[in-house]
């Protein structure tokens, strides 16, 4: 009865102080909403591959760097799978994962295939994938055996059965449906669109599949019941003596990662999917509980406000015999009560938002209880842990007032309880500004990637992009001059990649005055590559059909020890001591299947980033291929074609005759042009994210600050009614008056800006440190951020004052 009691009185003064009650609701409900929605996915990236099954057993066996696990790449050798089991009794079972792009078809449907994964039969069993229709244990036992995910089902088939029927990988690779599968969860770092037999590349690609020189396959292993990862990691160097060379742990190693790290903790190259970035999770993180902090120093500010103009009311109670327990428990349930409320209206928020964030962030999170208990019950004590902090004070200083000062309303005009309030709304203001000064130089840091110089111009740059095995090698002349005869063609160039590619081709080579080979990246071009691009030559000359060792012959039992001149970029120069100038004519050998090809650096050109701003240039050595095969891999798998400036009409018409080229000459495989103006654009989509999402976290962060300074306004300039009063009755105008109640938030809001700059200045600093070229900090990007607060402050608290300034005086004698 006495509850009840308690919530009924608790409810009416929230009914009466509507101002409060809105502001209070509002603030505290966004706060709680976008904490939610950041804990549902901060839970989701710290899940992933945590429902596989026996998950803290499963690692990946990486190709590193001794003694830096960071570095290096995802992948490894195809005999260190198999060989694994064989020399380690804790080893349960391995699986290799070999992930190729190629043509697939089905009659006359083709499409190129990024996301083929090739894997041994097992894989199916150490993973889980959710069947539609084949069997886990023999789907993928047979050779020329693939399994289908539901999306790629679809697209070849349509609705109808895929069992049974035969696709055709590339030219020599047929393969039989014997399963479909989901797609793939969002919360796993495997990508696959196809399972399919590796020993489905058998006889064909049968050299992949043996020796140590390829290093392209993704290898899982799981561990018997009590193993112990770290003393098989111990042991893994003397593997790799025994297996591959003696000595050979000097210069290699294999590192065991748990896959359930792979997704945040991943540095190395060729992952499956991108990586996630811890450091947006601490940012996700950071800016909610910034948010949440301003909604709770909201909710107790205006909590502390709306207790103080009910002093007398307190005072009165106290004077009626009213205990200090129950004067407590009566303001905590106010308090409560209106928490409670915050906390239904952000579940409502939750759901009208999370649709949208999903879309943004490509998650599929659900607002599940059972899925989510940890969540929910971290919601719950986040909902009474802002009432108690936020009532507990309040009630507890009226409380323990004096009766004799509470009802002559000194509690409202004490110093402590107003510099509390001035405190709080410094902090508010102070990571409002931090973030917006985070907001700003993200968005300037974008900006400065997309427009800069990468040292060739990719405007008007098609790409044209070729099988990744069979290639354009032995059309390109064909296609080059069919292309040129086009009008609106400039220049066309075939090339094994194109920039803003991750260039995982390396090569050993020994230069002139080096004693020991050197591993240097490498591109193979043709002789038009430089000038499609646009690369500056820095001394030397270009590679020329007009030399006949500029062509590259590829060492074989028939090709010892032949010629071939390269290309070499001012940074490779550089790595071997030599300026642009004393490089050309220097010796380049380069080693290859166990044979060399001696050569010269005939020609320097300038640095060109081939990846994003992010990356420094990496040296490179270009080619000129005899070939068609290459280390592997297609030596040309694209061609790039410059167009001339034109209007939208024409152009149109050169892509359309473009395409028909292509039809004509390369009729197996379909064309997929693209821009490498839009490649650029996309290797910035995580910037575009983050700088989405720290805006938005800003100006939450504002707008909460806002409305809370709006109502504390509103409460200030209620105080001072009659004041305002006299002073135009004794001539004051309506701007002396605003200025007179404004003045005050000002000086808060510019405090604010002191704390908030040194803060937000170490932060941004830290997060350029990621990027090898990037803006420099400069005090507008402070100023402008402190300007955009003051501005909002004098918008909600100069509105106010001007409306209340504008009153009739006689109204204002009257107030009370």
Not at 419 to 438: C, K, M, P
Not at 787 to 809: D, E, Y
Request: contains cysteine; aromatic residues 10%.
């Amino acid at each position: 009865m006495m509850l009840r009691q308690l919530a009924l009185k608790a409810l009416r003064p929230l009914t009466r102080q509507w101002l409060f009650t809105a502001v209070n609701l509002l603030g505290l409900a966004i706060a709680l909403a976008c904490c939610f929605v950041i804990g549902l996915y901060l839970q989701d990236e710290l899940g992933f591959d945590r429902w596989q099954p026996a998950s803290e057993r499963l690692y990946r066996v990486s190709s590193t760097a001794p003694g830096d696990a960071g570095k290096g790449s995802a992948a490894t050798t195809p005999l260190v799978g198999p060989l694994l089991p064989t020399d380690f009794g804790e080893v349960e079972s391995t699986a290799r994962l070999l992930p190729l792009t190629g043509l697939l078809r089905y009659g006359n449907t083709a499409f190129y295939e990024n996301n083929v994964r090739f894997v041994d039969p097992s894989l199916l069993t150490l993973f889980r994938f959710d069947w539609l229709a084949g069997d886990a244990a023999t789907a993928l036992n047979a050779p020329g055996s693939i399994v289908l995910t539901q999306t790629l089902a679809r697209k070849y088939f349509g609705s109808g059965d895929p069992l049974g029927k035969l696709l055709q990988f590339e030219q020599d690779v047929p393969l039989t449906v014997t399963g479909v599968i989901r797609d793939l969860p969002p919360d796993t770092h495997l990508s696959a669109s196809a399972l399919a037999s590796l020993q489905s590349l058998v006889p064909s690609r049968a050299a992949l599949l043996d020796g140590w020189s390829y290093t392209g396959f993704h290898t899982y292993l799981r561990l018997r019941p009590g193993a112990d990862a770290q003393a098989l990691q111990r042991q893994l160097p003397d593997f790799l003596d025994h297996h591959y060379a003696a000595g050979a742990s000097k210069t290699k190693a294999l590192t065991l990662m748990p896959v359930t790290d792979i997704h945040l903790h991943s540095t190395l190259a060729f992952e499956l999917k991108p990586p996630g970035t811890p450091g947006r999770l601490v940012v996700f993180a950071a800016a909610s509980l910034c948010i949440l902090l301003i909604a709770a120093i909201n909710f107790m500010n205006l909590t502390l406000a709306a207790l103080a103009r009910r002093s007398a009311e307190v005072g009165l109670r106290k004077v009626l015999g009213a205990r200090t327990a129950v004067l407590v428990l009566q303001l905590l349930a106010e308090s409560i009560w209106l928490a409670m409320l915050a906390a239904v209206l952000a579940l409502a928020l939750v759901e009208l938002v999370l649709p949208l964030f999903n879309a943004l962030t490509g998650k599929a999170l659900a607002l599940s209880v059972f899925a989510n208990l940890w969540l929910w019950a971290g919601h719950v004590a986040a909902v009474l842990a802002v009432a108690l902090l936020a009532g507990l004070y309040p009630a507890l200083y009226q409380a323990s007032t004096s009766t004799t000062a509470l009802l002559k309303g000194a509690v409202r005009r004490g110093r402590t309880a107003q510099g509390f309030r001035n405190g709080v709304i410094v902090l508010q203001f102070a990571i409002a500004i931090a973030l917006l000064v985070a907001g700003l130089v993200v968005q300037r840091q974008l900006a400065f990637m997309q427009d800069y110089d990468q040292g060739f111009d990719e405007r008007n740059l098609l790409v044209l992009r070729g099988s990744p095995t069979q290639g354009v090698f032995a059309e390109a002349g064909v296609l080059k001059q069919r292309l040129l005869a086009l009008p609106g063609v400039r220049t066309v160039t075939a090339s094994n990649q194109v920039p803003y590619e991750v260039n995982g081709n390396s090569v050993t080579v020994w230069a002139e005055g080096d004693a020991n080979g050197r591993y240097l990246p490498f591109m193979l071009v043709d002789y038009d590559f430089f000038a499609t691009y646009d690369i500056p030559l820095r001394s030397g000359r270009f590679l020329s059909p007009q030399f006949p060792a500029d062509a590259l012959v590829l060492p074989d039992a028939a090709h010892a020890d032949t010629p071939g001149n390269v290309v070499l970029n001012a940074t490779a120069a550089a790595q071997y001591g030599w300026s642009a100038d004393t490089a050309v004519g220097k010796e380049f050998r380069i080693y290859h299947a166990g044979k060399l090809t001696r050569g010269q650096v005939v020609g320097v050109v300038r640095d060109a980033g081939f990846e994003s701003a992010r990356s420094a240039v990496k040296p490179m050595v270009f080619l000129v291929p005899t070939t068609p095969q290459w280390k592997g891999i297609a030596s040309w798998t694209q061609l790039t074609v410059q167009l001339a400036p034109q209007p939208e009409t024409q152009r149109q018409a050169t892509l359309a005759a473009i395409a028909g080229v292509w039809h004509d000459v390369l009729p197996q495989q379909p064309l997929q042009p693209r821009w490498l103006a839009d490649d650029k654009r996309a290797q910035y989509a995580d910037e575009r994210k983050l700088q989405l999402w720290v805006n938005v976290f800003s100006a939450l962060s504002l707008f909460i600050a806002g409305i809370g300074l709006f109502a504390l306004a509103a409460f200030h300039t209620a105080e001072r009614t009659k004041e305002i009063g006299i002073r135009k009755v004794m001539g004051s105008g309506v701007w002396q008056i605003v200025y007179l109640l404004t003045e005050h938030f000002s000086r808060l809001v510019l405090l604010a800006n002191l704390l908030a700059w040194p803060v937000a200045y170490y932060a941004m600093t830290r997060w350029l440190q990621n990027f090898a070229h990037h803006v420099d900090l400069t005090p507008l990007l402070f100023v402008g951020s402190g300007l955009i607060a003051l501005c909002i402050a004098w918008a909600t608290v100069g509105g106010t004052a001007a409306k209340a300034a504008s009153r009739k005086p006689v109204l204002a004698l009257r107030y009370e």
